[in-house]
């Protein structure tokens, strides 16, 4: 069996007993980085053997624990944070899986995407996620410029060093849309901030942002708005 468990977010309670059930019972751990996965582990008493699992060696990596999984072996797969394949390493390796016969078995737990969203009030009956924007202003442009007819809430991941310049194309393409920032979620300084773009490039302007991101936007043209 390859087990896909989520793993806290910030806050090291957020870790279903499942979770840390599935943990301590697999032969091995696959982690995308396992000195960060360790403080984890150690802080629930895991044993567990882990090995890397990350971009660079998903290909490579996914034939070895095939090759583990094929022999019977259970593996389980866990991010640095949240829920594997959600702007994590992941899918290939639950498709090679799959591919093969061997049964995925997925073990929920935190995402930032959707605990930013149940926490937004933006309208979440319908949303897309659209992980991180480009990193070069024309392209991110070009992507904004999509969903300049979007009625769906939509949500990003975005580092804490390209959120001025992302809100100022916000603002400008999407004609300043409401937008919320929930910063550092289930963190010591978690804070969710809302209002018109313009306003948080203003805010963020005077306050340089630290921590992790998550943007979410909705341009008003949702009927449930
Ligand atoms: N797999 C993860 C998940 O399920 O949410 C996401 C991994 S992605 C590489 C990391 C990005 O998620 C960060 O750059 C940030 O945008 C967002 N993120 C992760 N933890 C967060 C937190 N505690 N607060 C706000 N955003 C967070």
Not at 37 to 65: A, F, P
Not at 88 to 105: H, K, S, T
């Amino acid at each position: 069996m390859l087990y896909i468990v989520s793993t806290p977010i910030g806050n090291l309670k957020d870790m279903t007993f499942r979770a840390v059930e599935t943990l301590k019972t697999v032969s091995l751990i696959a982690a995308e980085d396992t000195r960060h996965t360790k403080i984890l582990l150690d802080h629930y008493g895991i044993t567990t053997t882990t090995t890397s699992y990350y971009d660079q060696n998903e290909r490579v990596k996914s034939q070895h624990i095939l090759s583990l999984l094929k022999d019977g072996k259970d593996v389980a797969l866990v991010s640095d944070a949240g829920t594997p394949g959600i702007s994590d390493p992941g899918f290939v390796l639950v498709r090679l899986a799959q591919e093969n016969g061997i049964p995925v078995c997925v073990v929920p737990g935190a995402c930032a995407a959707v605990a930013a969203l149940s926490a937004s009030g933006l309208p979440s009956h319908a949303f897309i996620f659209e992980g991180f924007l480009p990193v070069k202003s024309a392209a991110r442009r070009k992507k904004l410029e999509t969903f300049k007819e979007e009625s769906r809430t939509l949500i990003f991941y975005e580092s804490p060093y390209r959120i001025l310049k992302t809100l100022e194309d916000i603002v400008d393409v999407l004609e300043n849309p409401t937008i919320v920032c929930a910063r550092e979620i289930t963190k010591k300084f978690e804070e969710i901030k809302k209002g018109p773009a313009q306003d948080l490039l203003k805010h963020f302007t005077a306050h340089p942002p630290k921590g992790e991101f998550v943007l979410l936007l909705s341009t008003g043209r949702s009927s449930n708005a």
